[in-house]
């Protein structure tokens, strides 16, 4: 079993990431910070602090926004949590403080706190799990309350959190007497871990097996539960999924048997990870089995070559196999850290260069898109084609042409800045013996881990240069494993200067050997342009192709290349790259040779179109759309 | 000015079409009829006649369907109508009086004719034209009762459409006292018309042409009649079309300033009927150029290839120029006959190849679409691509991968029927001293026109065989103008076998002579395989090819050609003809050469796709979807 390194024995020193973690620190918290207050002129207010001074009997008011406005408060102090445990800011950390003495005032007696429940009416709690997001919002408050703890090693948000896990250990689980239903948005259960591991108290995780347990099974309880409010049939649950009500819950049929993801993508992927955790600390593997089924299933059929995941803006949701249209996906940010929070979970359990590939994926492509670069503008979308007309002019088109400053719903903001700030996770895990170097992000790490204390500085230029070189900083003996990423075709791995031929387990380069202060292991992977193909599966890229170089998905965007772009074709193995400093925060370009079809011919012709010779410019899909509004094409015609 | 020659004086003979009016007469006009008596178990009730009846107070009940449910009935009895006119049918007449002699005790003492409003309350008559369809019940009240009468000479029905047209004129008009309102669907102004042209009545043709002029001015009527009856903004007129309220209902602005199609498809082209038929009769050229300047926006800009017209579900709508999507259109069966409609109205004022073309374009393709072969089932939505994984399992999707039985909004049905059962009237037009030769569908006719008894028999086996032979019956002196398709590269035309330079006047070809009894006059039109590109301005056709020969449309199937039709391409210029009388009804097939990728890779590869040969076998499209459910695709890759 691997642990993520502590962040506080991370340093990054990254310098594709630095800025905008900095970005992250210094503009987004701050920001955020205002938009809970409703502070921002022009700004949709978010009534998030507003609803716990109301909850705390601080204030009159009526309750507003959506039922889970509280997340907004506790995403945030996750994402300051994080950013506390490595970036100290005394004053940060006081209107942090501040924050949580509210939330005390608002938290009831038998520890419930959520404001929705406690400002509309407590008697109403507990009776409509599968919309009302309870769970969900308790969920993230355990994430926070765990972030700041660990950050700060101040106790007050954990016993907060440890109350509540209390209020629904008491009023939850198989014993009779008690309610036998779950979250209809899963978060609870890897909320529940993770204050498991804190406090150590068994019955947290015991809560959140069975949270898992007796979900979907029938006679269905989101059924019974509507019975008992004398609700008519439930838009979300029957009209979308007439076939399988609750698919989009992931409650259709228990999670053992559930093989293929289906339903609001976060939700289907929070459930996994938090099938993982719970299934590593409560030892039963059969969830972590299941977990490993859907997982599969999603990255070889139902994932964007950027790391997106959802097909379908209807739901939010996965739709089926190969379903992966450009330009009608979902693919919403948070989905893609979704998904890294459920790869390197599983990785922890049992180690395969696949989870921190998909975990590189999503990161340098379907999460980063979600920002604009300088951190104030956000998509939920996540489109792999946009052609500005049909997004604006179409009424069935759900994908914005362009990043927005700010959601009612604001999900994908916050859960951006709890990624960036907590990057660190991602990067290494270690267990007794051995250490994972899972994402090659520049960084100094002071640690103890392998019954050691270990330090060394891993330097690299992620991921524009495919070379990587790790200083040990004092003399130690563990199992060193590095990931040989999915896309490079060789390696070359040195010591010293000399040559390694290191063995390949589960696409790891073990390093297993006692390391002296001073010694240098340098991996080098190589970075071709890679034009990539999709499975004649799916249907819509038959003929195109997607350039990758490393990690990095590449794009077309109008601005350099003109309007139109379904009109070009590049010809593959023709790519000359090109790093440029001063371009969208520094980008290493790619140009090809292609063409341009073109003419003005009749709607109907049969009139062969025009071709003249185009060079084309590629740019890295996550910088796409910070150069103004424009069409963007990833997967481009074959010349 | 043209008109259509009367249906009485044409025997259609057709073997391609013939068929199907066959199965029109015999098999839908039953059909319908037991479904407007809610006799057919399985089928939803219709409540048509049920309401009438209610409405005449021989029953006592609620009004149940939609509010125009009405019409069931009306467009019923102007398929009957036109049956009747060239297959008299003493049994059928006897249910279709009756039912009128019904809907006459239905008639209130001012004329009032609405089963809805008549049951749920008539003091709430004319306060929602916007929504209600009041204008649109009337207006095929009116279609209804000129084709009856025009068939059985049976006044009864025409009399009671003009005490309805009384009342409208009553209540709408300039003057003060009366209310300025017009219809949110269009309709009335087309059947307003053709009152007129049965009766002389000049208030009838005065009355369509105010609802033309004071439509779309503001302030709006829609606004201030929603004022009125205290609404909330509307979900129609505000939340679809924000930028342009009413847009979806071309109110958005005056007729005469509206330059591009918009909206709901079928109000929009019955506008453009009206606003040709007003024009002309009226007497006001400026209605006739601005539906002219829609319409060539449409055919140039908006239309599929199949003569399908209207991009997207939402709204059942025009979305913008090029935006032509294969899989995602709207394409109701409904809006290609209105289209067909609208251009041979507009054909009849300034004749010119375009309209006919675009007649047969819609005829043998996005119409005929519509129905089953044996003409029991009916797509409203006629996509140009198929694959029915995606339309069953993504909820974004309206499209059906099968057609269905009935609707419970039953448009498509009886428009298809009347379509069919008056079909003569889109074969010949005449004036003074010409006749338009139109549709190439076989015939004898026998009428009166250009002052003179004109007899004659064509022969043709279209759309199989572009040739076209027509006997003269009798000796007469006039000009016989006959299309040349668009799709004819050359042409050869003879007179008793002898060749004739005919001149070239608006796509027609002309020939004003004096004619002898016996006379064979033949065109030979070459029926090329075409393989067809679409303008690059459109973004989902690139490399792609769609076959037609002479006007049809063809597709792929899967059960031709195997699943995932996305991975063949067409060797151009390879096609072999072949008919086949026992497939489908008959049909002329293509086969190609061509390939077909595949390959069981993983998601994304850098390996190219395995590409084996593979013979194609292309279907007409309007004959698809009748071997079972599978894949159809109209735009094939290019090999």
Redesign the interface.
Known sequence: MYRSLPLKDIHITDPFFTARIDTARQVTIPYMWETLNDRIPGVAPSHCIENFEIAAGLKQGEFHGFWFQDTDLWKWLEGVGYSLATHPDAELEKTADAAIDLAEKAQQPDGYLDTYYIIKGLDKRFTNLRDNHEMYVAGHMFEAAVAYYQATGKRKILDMACRVADCFDANFGPEEGKLHGYPGHQEIELGLAKLYQVTGEERYIKLAKYFLDVRGHQPHYYDEESLKRGDKPSFWGQL??PQAPYTYNQAHKPVREQKEANGHSVRQLYMLSGMADVGEMAGDPTLVEAAETVFQNI???Q?Y?TGGVG?????E?F??DY?LPPE?CYTETCASIALAMTASRLNRIQPNSCYGDTVERALYNGILSGVSLDGTKYFYINPLEV?P??CL????MAVDPERQGWFGCACCPPNVLRTLTGLGAYIYAANEDGLLVDQYIASQVKTHACGQDIAFTMEANFPWQGNVKITMDSATTFKLMLRKPYWAANHSLTVNGEKVEAALENGYLILDRAFAAGDVIELALPMEV???????????Y??KT?LMRGPVVYCLEQVDNGG?L??L?VETGSAQVEHHADLLCGVTTITCQGQR?????????????DVQPQQLTFVPYYAWGNRGMGEMMVWV?RK
């Open positions: 979308r999924y990255i070889h059929k994932m070559i097909s379908t803006h209807e739901g949701a739709s089926f379903d009608r052609w007309d049909r002019r179409r009424q069935d890679r034009f990539m193909n999709a499975s004649s599966r799916v249907p819509n038959v003929g997607a139109q379904w009109n074709a079809e073109a003419g003005d011919s009749d709607l109907y012709t049969q009139q062969l179109p015609h």
